[in-house]
């Protein structure tokens, strides 16, 4: 939980990434999220990934990032790597390294299977970097005067979803602590069936969303006496996100990496099919 | 001499979130029967130490004994059974429906009988002026009958250590001498009672031992009487002993406490000074 | 004209046949510090609630009765509204602190005010100095401790620039070291002259800056008088199982055994002074 917390923390730094308007990143983020829709070539998917690791050495992240995903990679990678070749279908011409009546495991089984695992890799390495370059409680200021001022949106919808943040070490701390006043009566969460662990949660639950429900009144009454009202549709944003060259220098940077894309794909470059 | 009931060797604990001890070094034993109220402000580690006697913590090196049992090799459920740990907030623990399940609750993860329950549950509503409520709700009860259901629901468990975190939190001074009493009465019968707070009234009206915790070492350890001496400690701790005992000592210097002292009590003093000079 | 007035307020909680608020009169003017003490459930945060329009707003129940805010009904005035004459503070800091730091807590009130970027700057810049919290400014409230919290939550409330400050119960979650914090910062809100209303357990801490005190109890005002003329009712205010300063009972106390008192003394220091005084007459 506290590792959550400095990450999200991170995105207070200070770099020219950290500068850039937070609407810019999260365009940038969309973009990225579209390449590997568009592209399942595993070597184009490292070269993007490797790319962002540029980025974030750049931004000064480069060793929470790597705290972060060294952990990340692995388990996202191991398991698809290892899972997927299974589920690939078996067709005779392919490469068997094990073959034996429903189990089998093709060299081209594992190409495609490092092709998605590359694809959930770049999606995350993305990821990452927007959560860590971005402090999202700015992000949702300057989305929230986007939609406030352009589509006529209440604030209230991207406050919501950023304030769960802060709420987030509480709820958690809640949580270990009602879990301990119940093995202090003798609630032992680790023994018995499935079924036993199962109903042994029922007890937990009830505090938990006893105190969720509390939290969730008192929020509602600190934002009225913070003359927050949900209904107006106007509001000062103190923090001016302006929206400069070099923000508009990195959307472009992302509609590039689709434009790439779209082109590697003309020339039959795209697919991971040419390894196989 | 006997057994200690509690044995801290060396405790030393760390949380994986922080990069300093919360408990650091820390060495104390407490006798069957004893009344020890731990003190020290928010971040002292006085909770974090309580939370190691029944195995809720285990140490980062170190070791704590609790009725003969090594606390690493003991899960906190199994520990349950002689260790009460009763926490800040009631609603953290309140979950059944009616005052009866949620007394019997904790008797029937212990595997007690079914007329074992029903005496438990009897003795302790009467201890804790909850009679006559079995069926009621306890979302429905009052902030201060639910703490006093809380304590109930730990009773009921029949341990012979009590650990009370922070009992004055959010309650009021009758609601608070209430439950200090009953401790007492708790401690009289014979359990080992341990509470932490940091109110310095009702340590001075019950704990007959204090032990004052600062930046995760023990600072001061001893008689309740004698602690209140030892002005510096205190500061630094940010403990402030009650106004009587400040008045005591600066208008009747060398006073001898040896008991806890009430208004009444200097009062009483002061008018025989007063008396004893005219 | 008073700034709050409260005519015979009744109110019960929805869902709850206990009457929370029995017939409740009192006004405040501006300038005065007013204590409010009793047991639990004497009603005390359920009138701070009625004063600044939470109930019956958001909190339903049945209220009768007229409770005004400069004039304002504060049945039906926005909360948004009442709440820039009407600062809250309540006893849970967490519950208070939305933000993932304490600029943007303080800044957030403001925002919502409509406050141009400069006069928000300037609030914001005052209040942390009020508070002594301008080095921790970009600090997440989850690294602070609980009276740190509670003075981000006076100072959010306070950046609002309320007429009336209301500190309801603000130290009972804390520490002596955070409770001590919020007593001083109290102290040094009523020497600028700030109206305040505090719900204090801490009697020996209101002693010494309350003008006035109001003794509740099942709903009811049974005492509004000066500070020292309630507290020196001490055997009225054990009943109720309020304890008052233990200078004070012990004056009482030697007041019984034979002792006379122009006054009793309800401070430390004036207990020190009297009782010093005392033994020197001879």
Excluded at chain 1, 13 to 32: D, G, T, V
Excluded at chain 2, 60 to 68: C, F, L, M, P
Aim: charged share 20%; glycine share 6%.
């Amino acid at each position: 939980m506290a590792f959550v917390l400095q990450m999200l923390e991170m995105g207070k730094r200070k770099s020219w990434f950290h500068r850039l308007n937070p609407n810019a990143k999260l365009l940038w983020w969309i973009c990225l999220l579209i390449v590997p829709i568009l592209v399942t070539n595993p070597l184009i998917l490292l070269a993007m990934t490797v790319w962002i690791w540029f980025m974030a050495i750049g931004a000064r992240i480069g060793k929470q990032m790597y705290q972060f995903l060294i952990v990340t990679y692995p388990v996202m990678i191991g398991f698809i790597v290892i899972t997927w070749p299974f589920f690939y279908a078996a067709t005779p011409e392919q490469h068997f390294l094990f073959n034996w009546s429903v189990f089998h495991f093709s060299l081209e089984g594992l190409i495609y299977a490092v092709a998605m695992g590359m694809r959930i890799v770049m999606a995350l390495t993305a990821c990452t970097f927007f959560v860590m370059t971005t402090d999202l409680m700015d992000l949702a200021s300057s989305l929230g005067e986007f939609m406030q001022n352009r589509l006529r949106i209440s604030y209230m919808y991207p406050l919501m979803v950023i304030s769960s943040f802060k709420f987030l070490p509480e709820l958690s701390g809640d949580y270990i602590t009602i879990l301990d006043a119940f093995k202090s009566r003798a609630l032992d969460m680790d023994s018995g069936s499935f079924l036993d662990r199962l109903k042994k949660i029922v007890p937990v639950a009830i505090p938990l969303i006893d105190s969720m429900l509390r939290r969730a009144q008192n929020i509602a009454i600190a934002l009225e006496l913070k003359a927050f009202n949900t209904a107006n549709k106007s509001r000062t944003f103190y923090k001016e996100h302006h929206f400069g060259a070099s923000d508009f220098f990195f959307v472009f940077t992302g509609i590039l990496a689709i434009i790439l894309c779209v082109i590697f794909n003309l020339f039959k470059l795209g697919k991971v099919e040419i390894f196989l | 001499m006997t057994e200690p009931i509690i044995q801290v060797e060396n405790l030393c604990y760390r949380y994986a979130t922080r990069n300093h001890f919360s408990v650091n070094d820390v060495s104390l034993s407490i006798q069957p029967g004893e009344f020890v109220a731990i003190i020290g402000q928010n971040g002292s580690g006085k909770t974090t130490l309580v939370k190691h006697f029944n195995g809720l913590l285990k140490p980062t090196s170190g070791r704590v004994v609790v009725n003969g049992h090594v606390t690493t090799e003991k899960s906190t459920s199994l520990l349950a059974k002689f260790v009460g740990y009763v926490f800040q907030n009631p609603d953290h623990q309140i979950f059944a429906e009616t005052v009866r399940d949620e007394i019997a609750f904790g008797p029937k993860n212990l595997g007690f009988s079914e007329e074992k329950i029903k005496e438990v549950s009897m003795k302790v509503m009467n201890e804790m002026g909850l009679t006559g409520m079995e069926e009621d709700m306890p979302f429905q009860l009052s902030r201060g009958q639910r703490q006093r259901l809380a304590v109930a629901s730990v009773l009921a468990m029949e341990p012979s250590i009590l650990i009370i975190d922070e009992p004055t939190t959010g309650q009021d001074w009758k609601e608070s001498m209430a439950l200090m009493e009953l401790v007492r009465e708790l401690n009289e019968n014979g359990h080992t009672c341990i509470v932490t707070t940091h109110n310095m009234n009702l340590v001075s009206l019950f704990a007959r031992r204090v032990i004052v915790m600062r930046q995760a070492k023990i600072s001061l350890d001893g008689p309740t009487q004698d602690i209140f001496r030892y002005g510096n400690e205190l500061k630094e701790a940010w403990i402030k002993p009650p106004d009587i005992y400040a008045l005591a000592q600066s208008i009747l210097p060398g006073v001898k406490l040896d008991k806890p002292i009430v208004p009444e009590d200097l009062a009483a003093m002061l008018v025989e000074k007063l008396n004893g000079r005219s | 004209m008073p700034l709050i007035e409260i005519n015979n307020v009744e109110f019960t909680y929805r869902g709850s046949t206990a009457q929370a608020l029995d017939n409740v009169t009192l006004s405040i003017e501006p300038g005065e510090f007013v204590g409010i003490i009793g047991p639990t459930g004497a009603g005390k945060s359920t009138l701070c609630w009625v004063i600044a329009g939470v109930i019956p707003q958001i909190i339903l129940g049945k209220l009768s009765g007229s409770a005004s805010v400069k004039g304002l009904p504060a049945r039906t005035t926005p909360v948004a509204e009442i709440s820039q004459i009407i600062g809250l503070v309540q006893q849970d800091a967490e519950a208070q602190l939305l933000m993932t730091d304490i600029e943007k807590e303080i800044i957030f009130p403001l925002e919502n005010l409509k406050l141009p970027r400069a006069e928000i700057e300037r609030r914001l810049n005052k209040v942390l100095d009020l508070v002594s919290l301008n080095h921790d400014r970009y600090r997440h409230p989850f690294y602070l401790s609980g009276g740190q919290k509670q003075r981000v939550a006076v100072a959010a409330a306070l950046a609002m620039e309320p007429e009336v400050l209301i500190l309801d119960e603000a130290t009972s979650e804390l520490d002596p070291l955070g409770a001590e914090e919020i007593h001083i910062l109290a102290g040094s809100l009523k020497k600028e002259g700030k109206t305040i209303i505090m719900v204090e357990h801490n009697i020996d801490e209101l002693a010494k800056v309350a003008d006035r005190i109001i003794v509740m109890d099942q709903g009811k005002i049974l005492m509004d008088a000066p500070t020292r003329e309630v507290l020196s009712n001490v055997e009225f205010l054990q009943g109720l199982g309020i304890y008052p300063p233990q200078v004070t009972q012990t004056a009482y106390a030697m007041q019984k055994l034979g002792i006379v008192f122009d006054q009793l003394p309800i401070t430390f220091e004036e207990g020190l002074e009297v009782f010093s005084r005392l033994s020197s007459h001879d």
